[in-house]
């Protein structure tokens, strides 16, 4: 799957603000678990699986309003200022602006990206099953915390546990309330914004902005001029690259891998069989590889760089059909039952209906036959532009 450690909030609030987290003693008061199996709630529930009801009232969190995608994440190490904020809303055609608190934290021993939201207003710029679980959102507004899919299924992270959350050296615990993930690539983990100030996270230092979706990347470059030094801006989630239907797929000239470059690939592949899945493992050091982090050892082996998350490696070349697809290409699958369309899962195309995988927690780098259930097709590497997108 992917490894939460990318982009935005790592390079703007990574160590220095994990150790910040560290030297803070809040102690939160943290609920028992009802022990409800989430398999047995409603369909919508199963996923999106908010472990027990809490003593808040219906009221403690609005209804859901009108739901809006978030385009461009900004973050900062520090508040940003209220100007900034102001005029980024004021801009012709935002929909919308969502402040929240932003950190790289510890949660379960992982180091995630974190958010301190509003849960009354914060569920409008989620995936849809995720936005519509009222119990969700009541339960991070009572000082859960609710982690992504990922993290929960293949992170071995459960449901109901309690679990340490803050830096490297001083941990609170708190119950993970629900599993859904946010749809946006740098957050794993998501905590109310009190108690986000109990933890320590820095105030108000990262934004979410929704604009007209085809001008997302006009607005990035404006937004970007606005901002103090510092702070960061990207886009949440950049559209995959699908040829049109006349556009064909470029054969030479650098812009795809070389035979020879395909040939050390799968050679690479191959010397990761029998080593388990492990959630955000990306080298020996972690005992283990994700999907991700088993396609970017290999791929750096033929010296192609790769971003290290599904949703990013998604972007380093050309999406085409897996009718067309051929050895070296990667396959992509949107799994997730609570961020439909998003790239969660990766495999290496190794030819004849095979492929080399890290499938999920519980088993190794293995052949597979190739399945094509939630698959959204093959990616045709392009070197430099996998290394445009990896950064």
């Not at 009802?34 to 009801?53: C, I, K, M």
């Not at 992270?157 to 309690?162: A, F, I, K, R």
């Not at 929704?210 to 404006?222: D, H, N, Q, T």
């Not at 510092?230 to 000239?253: G, L, M, T």
Request: glycine letters at 10%; aromatic letters at 6%; proline letters at 6%.
């Amino acid at each position: 799957m992917r490894k939460p450690d990318r982009r935005v909030l790592p390079t703007i609030i990574g160590v220095s603000v994990v150790t910040t987290l560290a030297a803070n003693g809040a102690v939160l008061v943290a609920r028992g678990q009802d022990g409800t199996d989430p398999r047995t709630r409603a369909e919508h529930q199963r996923f999106v699986a908010a472990s027990g009801n809490t003593r808040l009232s219906q009221a403690a969190v609005a209804p859901l309003g009108k739901r809006l995608e978030p385009h461009i994440l900004v973050a900062a190490p520090a508040a940003l200022p209220a100007d900034v904020v102001s005029k980024v809303r004021g801009l012709k055609g935002v929909a919308g602006v969502e402040v929240v608190d932003a950190v790289q934290a510890m949660v379960s021993g992982k180091r995630v990206g974190m958010l301190g939201v509003d849960p009354s207003t914060f569920r409008n710029y989620t995936p849809k099953p995720t936005a519509q679980s009222d119990a969700l959102w009541r339960n991070v507004a009572a000082g859960d915390v609710a982690i992504s899919f990922t993290m929960g299924s293949d992170g071995g992270v459960q449901l109901g546990s309690q679990v340490p959350v803050g830096g490297r050296e001083r941990q609170t615990r708190l119950r993970v309330g629900a599993y859904a993930t946010m749809g946006i690539g740098d957050v794993d983990a998501v905590v109310s914004r009190a108690t986000a100030q109990a933890l320590g996270v820095p105030t108000s230092n990262a934004m979410l902005v929704s604009v007209p979706e085809r001008k997302s990347g006009a607005y990035l470059k404006r937004i970007k001029k606005m901002l103090p030094s510092r702070a960061k801006a990207v886009e949440v989630n950049p559209e995959i690259d699908y040829p049109k239907a006349a556009e064909k797929v470029p054969a030479a000239r650098g812009q795809v891998m070389t035979a020879g470059q395909v040939r050390t690939v799968i050679r690479a592949a191959y010397t990761r069989l029998g080593w388990p899945y492990v959630w955000g493992g990306e080298s020996e050091a972690e005992g283990g590889y994700d999907c991700s982090g088993l396609m970017q050892f290999a791929f750096a082996k033929a010296g192609i760089s790769l971003p290290r998350v599904a949703a990013d490696q998604a972007r380093a070349g050309w999406v085409i059909p897996y009718s067309k697809a051929q050895p070296g290409d990667m396959l992509i699958w949107a799994n997730d039952p609570t961020a439909p369309g998003y790239i969660s899962h990766i495999a290496l195309y190794i030819g004849d209906g095979k492929m080399i995988a890290a499938p999920r927690r519980g088993t190794v780098v293995q052949v597979q036959n190739v399945y094509t259930r939630n698959m959204k097709g093959a990616v045709r590497v392009n070197p430099g532009r996998a290394a445009r997108v990896a950064g």
